[in-house]
């Protein structure tokens, strides 16, 4: 099942955004799930990701203090609220799933989600 990935926009630099991360038909019960962004002409890139279980985190170092990744058990949905935002953090957002917080293999990516910060 793909992801749906969803609240991408257009804001100013130092303004703040939250994408929100779903999956229908299906719970993010045992699994890590991720946020990653491709700007254009560049390759995908690794922003944050939550253990569903656990809580537990792993944060690229380019949006630390930023960026923070949380999830709502009951709305089965993870969050990505992306704040003081720069020009250089345009991008489609996307999120995947994979079956922990290292495991490194990425699945179900959805449509992604385009942000867009002005300078």
């Known amino acids: 099942v793909q992801l749906q990935a969803s609240g991408g926009g257009l804001v100013q630099a130092g303004g703040s955004l939250r994408l929100s991360c779903a999956a229908p038909g299906r719970t993010f019960n045992s699994y890590a799930v991720g946020w990653f962004r491709q700007a254009p002409g560049k390759e995908r890139e690794f922003v944050e990701a939550?253990?569903?279980?656990?809580?537990?985190?792993r944060t690229a170092n380019s949006v630390k203090g930023r960026f923070t990744i949380s999830r709502d058990n009951a709305k089965n949905t993870v969050y990505l609220q992306m704040n003081s935002l720069k020009p250089e953090d345009t991008a489609v957002y996307y999120c995947?799933?994979?079956?922990?917080?290292?495991?490194?293999?990425?699945?179900?990516w959805g449509q992604g989600t385009l942000v867009t910060v002005s300078s």
């Open positions: 939550i253990s569903w279980s656990s809580g537990n985190t």
């Open positions: 995947a799933v994979a079956p922990t917080l290292i495991s490194g293999v990425w699945g179900s």
